[in-house]
Nanobody, 121 residues
Framework: QVQLVESGGGLVQAGKSLRLSCTASGSIGGISGMGWYRQAPGKQRDLVAT???????NYANSVKGRFTISRDNAKNTVNLQMNSLEPEDTAVYYC???????????????WGQGTQVTVSS
């Protein structure tokens, strides 16, 4: 019933910027935290940034000062502005949302399908 769809990935040169967006849709009762995670080939999926519904943010040390997470609660959208991209940022980026279905009291994590970000040197 719930779908998280990412957009904005692509191929960019080092030092450039990219903006990712993720929109949750479906029978949603409420969304708490949202965030971005990434997974490079052969590595685990790691946290990039999270944001609460009230706007409190948390970033991985590797992206602090370069990435900015934001959200639009009215649109059920979370964004990730990525500046000063480095080849090490190359990964599949996944959107995550902690939400509950409409009429359901249980909170669960939902994931998007992922979007590829490739940074060339």
């Amino acid at each position: 019933q719930v779908q998280l769809v990412e957009s904005g990935g692509g191929l960019v040169q080092a030092g450039k910027s990219l903006r990712l967006s993720c929109t949750a849709s479906g029978s949603i009762g409420g969304i708490s935290g949202m965030g971005w995670y990434r997974q490079a080939p052969g590595k685990q999926r790691d946290l990039v940034a999270t944001i609460t519904r009230g706007g409190d943010t948390n970033y991985a040390n590797s992206v602090k000062g370069r990435f900015t997470i934001s959200r639009d609660n009215a649109k059920n959208t979370v964004n990730l502005q990525m500046n000063s991209l480095e080849p090490e940022d190359t990964a599949v980026y996944y959107c995550n949302a902690m939400l509950r279905l409409s009429g359901d009291l249980r909170w669960s994590s939902y994931w998007g399908q992922g979007t590829q970000v490739t940074v060339s040197s």
